[in-house]
């Protein structure tokens, strides 16, 4: 590990060497390259090995790699999530949806139907399960007073996709957590096109963007809780 208490920290970096021709500029002491840890060296050395090796690792990073390639800066995700699953030679497609964005899956269902995939799609709500049935309090539900909640079930969205065999799925506004299960419990291939934030119109990156005004209260509880 590099000497800071922070661990890896690369989000501070200004080198940026990694972006450069090895040899055109000196990596940071923390960063992992200049590493002199044999262990870290071997860990850089076993993820460059698999993409060289035929295998399921280097097909996926060369259909991700062309994908960016040749929409970069033109392509829409929803159109990048159609040409990496035709790269990967995915025709049939899954969407893991929250209830909340039931329109939205319905136009995503449309565009990818148009554009020649078999589509399944399952909403988190599947199975009817009470939350009170896991162990919840009904104080703990989002019907505090009394009445029905039911619980998100990513497990069974995954486990039925499975079933359909979906060859690539695509999650659509799945809470933080129930997105963590899906991916756990889903045997095809898994990509993110809305990341769910009902305070920021599913642009989780706006409250990165308005961190110094209109969100500084994150900040200033990281640096209270330091």
Not at 79 to 102: D, K, P, S, Y
Request: hydrophobic share 40%.
């Amino acid at each position: 590990m590099p000497k800071t208490s922070r661990g890896w920290i690369c989000a501070l970096c200004k080198v940026r060497s990694c972006q450069l021709e090895p040899g055109t500029a000196a990596p940071p002491a923390y960063c992992a390259m200049a590493s002199t840890t044999p262990e870290v060296a071997s860990l850089l050395m076993q993820a460059r090995a698999s993409y060289a090796e035929d295998g399921p690792t280097r097909e996926i990073a060369l259909a991700a790699a062309r994908t960016e390639a040749a929409g970069y800066l033109v392509w829409p995700r929803v159109q990048e999530v159609m040409e990496f699953a035709r790269r990967m030679g995915a025709q049939h497609l899954g969407i893991a949806h929250c209830i909340g964005l039931i329109e939205e899956a319905h136009i995503l269902q449309d565009i990818f139907e148009a554009n020649g995939f078999k589509v399944s799609s399952l909403c988190c709500k599947v199975g009817s399960i009470p939350k009170t049935e896991i162990g919840l309090r009904q104080d703990e539900t989002l019907c505090p007073e009394g009445g029905f909640d039911p619980l998100c079930n990513p497990v069974g969205q995954a486990l039925l996709l499975n079933h359909a065999g979906t060859q690539l799925n695509v999650l659509v506004g799945l809470c933080v957590g129930h997105d963590s299960l899906f991916i756990r419990h889903s045997q095809a291939l898994v990509t993110v096109l809305v990341a769910k934030d009902r305070v920021t119109g599913h642009n989780p990156v706006a409250t990165l963007y308005t961190s110094h005004s209109y969100f500084s209260r994150l900040s200033h509880a990281k640096k209270e809780e330091e």
